[in-house]
């Protein structure tokens, strides 16, 4: 599975969207792009995934380059429960396992 | 309701003693994981299952052992060889292909040992 390069942290003002950046430069065609979130002390959540087109769902967007080697998961208006830790993890459709990175620790604030 | 489950959520053992977490799903997934979470780090991959009776090592199995038995069961025995066991322990389950392969995680068993 493809590496993922994430900031380790990032600050944003509550009601201001959020934009999470992940660098994937190793991505094969076959891989997909997930995110996920961490709250403290729980297990990760499922946000949203991608393979090339932009997507969007009622949590987040998630906006893959054309080169397909870098991401951006957007949350329209953070709020201070989107505080978490932000997983970006690349995985091919079939198979493979699911790995984790560092992740983004994202504070929301008002 | 469909989900994944793992017990106890708390666990004290003393050292020397092997101890066994559970985690139970009834998602119908393939794909089992188990993760090792230190405080202020990300998910490290312990074992993994693709199928039933089939497993792999993750990156830190060293003093770890599973099985898999059954597909909806994917038990983690933390033995007396691992050397700092006390940790947050994670596990999900996914299917293995398709389109929607999103991952669900339980909630999580915190071992400590004293």
């Known amino acids: 599975d493809a590496k993922t390069t994430q900031p380790p942290s990032m600050d944003c003002a509550e009601g201001r969207a959020a934009n999470l950046p992940c660098n994937h430069s190793?991505?094969?065609?076959?891989?997909?792009v997930y995110w996920y979130r961490q709250i403290h002390s729980q297990g990760p959540q499922y946000i949203i995934h991608?393979?090339?087109n932009n997507e969007t769902n009622e949590m987040a967007s998630l906006i893959i380059t054309e080169d397909r080697k870098s991401s951006t998961l957007i949350l329209p208006h953070a709020t201070l429960r989107d505080t978490a830790v932000y997983y970006c993890?690349?995985?091919?459709?079939?198979?493979?396992?699911?790995?984790f990175g560092a992740g983004t620790i994202l504070r929301v604030k008002s | 309701d469909g989900g994944i489950t793992q017990s106890p959520k708390y666990l004290f053992r003393k050292e020397g003693q092997n101890v066994t977490l559970s985690c139970e799903q009834n998602?119908?997934?393939?794909?089992m994981y188990w993760y090792r979470q230190d405080p202020g780090q990300g998910l490290r991959l312990i074992y993994y299952s693709q199928i039933v009776n089939d497993f792999q090592k993750g990156d830190i199995a060293e003093g770890y052992s599973v099985s898999r038995e059954k597909k909806e069961s994917f038990p983690l025995t933390v033995t007396s060889a691992q050397k700092n066991p006390t940790a947050f322990y994670l596990c999900a389950s996914n299917s293995r292909g398709g389109v929607n392969t999103e991952a669900f995680f339980g909630q999580g068993t915190r071992l400590t040992v004293v």
């Open positions: 190793t991505i094969s065609g076959n891989e997909y």
């Open positions: 998602l119908n997934h393939d794909a």
């Open positions: 993890i690349v995985r091919a459709e079939y198979g493979n396992k699911l790995v």
């Open positions: 991608g393979l090339k």
